[in-house]
């Protein structure tokens, strides 16, 4: 079983017992966290597609770490003009063992 999910702007594959690292949340290590921003779900046997979400569907996961990516180098130059700039980057994240991935079932059903 697998999901999409939307979070910081971003999509991201997800599947239970596999750690994401995912745009950073204002949590800390060993908090809960749950998502209900899942765009496609798939069980084995059927796809859900969400328009734009599944409705009732979530992925629920436990925060492990915050940590920041790998620095980018950012280097500006004007030519002939003694004028240069180096910045560096590195983007935070934070990595998320998922759970669960849960479909609650209609109110009509």
Same mark, same amino acid.
């Given at each position: 079983?697998?999901?999409?999910i939307? /979070?910081g702007g971003?999509?991201?594959?997800?599947?239970?017992?596999?750690?994401?690292?995912?745009e950073?949340?204002?949590?800390?290590?060993?908090?809960?966290?749950?998502?209900k921003?899942?765009?496609?779900?798939?069980?084995? /046997?059927?796809t859900?597609?969400?328009?734009?979400?599944? !409705?009732?569907? /979530?992925v629920?996961?436990?925060?492990?770490?915050?940590?920041?990516?790998?620095?980018?180098?950012?280097?500006?130059y004007?030519?002939?003009?003694?004028?240069?700039?180096?910045?560096?980057?590195?983007?935070?994240?934070?990595?998320?063992?998922? !759970?669960?991935?849960?479909? !609650?079932?209609?109110?009509g059903?």
């Open positions: 079983m697998y999901a999409i939307q /979070s971003k999509q991201y594959r997800v599947a239970e017992g596999r750690r994401v690292k995912l950073k949340l204002f949590k800390n290590a060993g908090d809960e966290v749950q998502i921003e899942v765009l496609v779900m798939n069980d084995g /046997s059927s859900i597609i969400g328009n734009p979400y599944v !409705e009732g569907a /979530s629920n996961g436990k925060v492990i770490s915050q940590g920041k990516g790998r620095k980018v180098m950012v280097f500006k004007k030519r002939r003009k003694d004028s240069k700039t180096k910045k560096g980057h590195r983007q935070p994240y934070t990595e998320v063992l998922v !759970e669960k991935i849960s479909m !609650e079932a209609p109110h059903a």
